[in-house]
């Protein structure tokens, strides 16, 4: 499985942005997908996921009601849309696969993408 994110940049605070990620295996339907996102000096932490479905989504505490994550099976990717970004979202942004097709715990995703850096100035 290849996964490959876009979208990234340099953003002033309260500006959106929307990252992509493209899935390279034909079986794109049966995993879960999810961001999740790292800064200097922090670990790995969970953004967002969605169901293999699409039926299920989930969020962290300090994205909900800004970040809406989405798919779109007919194109084998995966979306993340920011709004109203602040500083402190600045990180480098990992799309995901869960293959169990679930989304919601952390390690269950096995495949990774190589980040984009995503730095909101304030």
């Known amino acids: 499985v290849q996964l490959v994110e876009s979208g990234g940049g340099l953003v002033q605070a309260g500006d959106s942005l929307r990252l992509s990620c493209t899935f390279s295996?034909?079986?794109?339907?049966?995993?879960?997908m999810g961001w999740f996102r790292q800064s200097p000096g922090e670990s790995r932490e969970f953004v967002a996921g969605?169901?293999?479905?699409?039926?299920?989504?989930y969020y962290a505490d300090f994205v909900k009601g800004r970040f809406t994550i989405s798919r779109d099976k007919a194109k084998n990717t995966m979306s993340l849309q920011m709004n109203n970004l602040k500083p402190e979202d600045t990180a480098v942004y990992y799309c995901?696969?869960?293959?169990?097709?679930?989304?919601?715990?952390?390690?269950?995703?096995?495949?990774w993408g190589q980040g984009t850096q995503v730095t909101v100035s304030s």
């Open positions: 969605i169901s293999y479905t699409g039926g299920n989504t």
């Open positions: 295996d034909r079986n794109f339907n049966e995993y879960a």
């Open positions: 995901a696969a869960d293959r169990s097709g679930l989304g919601h715990t952390k390690q269950l995703y096995t495949d």
